[in-house]
């Protein structure tokens, strides 16, 4: 069994800063990519950011130069800085993770609610 666990969201006021950590745990044989998404309150789902085993990393161009995807073994990190009301979410982790050398599967967090608002 693997699972995904997040922490680190809450409430923060307009131009405040947060820091997402989610950490895998289980039968992992290795971690390829690993990803922020989130999903507000009637929108779909969208990816915020991703980091590949080789640290390559992609982002909304929404959140360019505001958030920044670190990882650290099987942990993922999500800095967000200069935070907007936009940014209001539910936000999850997600991970394509192999648990032997032959079988992958893609995982998701629980998500953790970022709230931004005065």
């Known amino acids: 069994q693997v699972q995904l666990v997040e922490s680190g969201g809450g409430l923060v006021q307009p131009g405040g800063s947060l820091r997402l950590s989610c950490a895998a745990s289980?039968?992992?044989?290795?971690?390829?990519?690993m990803g922020w998404y989130r999903q507000a309150p009637g929108k779909e789902r969208e990816l915020v950011a991703g980091i590949t085993s080789g640290d390559t990393t992609d982002y909304l161009d929404f959140v360019k130069g505001r958030f920044t995807i670190s990882r650290d073994k099987n942990t993922v990190y999500l800095q967000m800085n200069s935070l907007k009301p936009e940014d209001t979410a539910v936000y999850y982790c997600?991970?394509?993770?192999?648990?032997?050398?032959?079988?992958?599967?893609?995982?998701w967090g629980q998500g953790t609610q970022v709230t931004v608002s005065s």
């Open positions: 997600n991970a394509d993770i192999r648990t032997t050398r032959w079988n992958s599967s893609n995982y």
């Open positions: 289980g039968s992992i044989f290795s971690i390829n990519r």
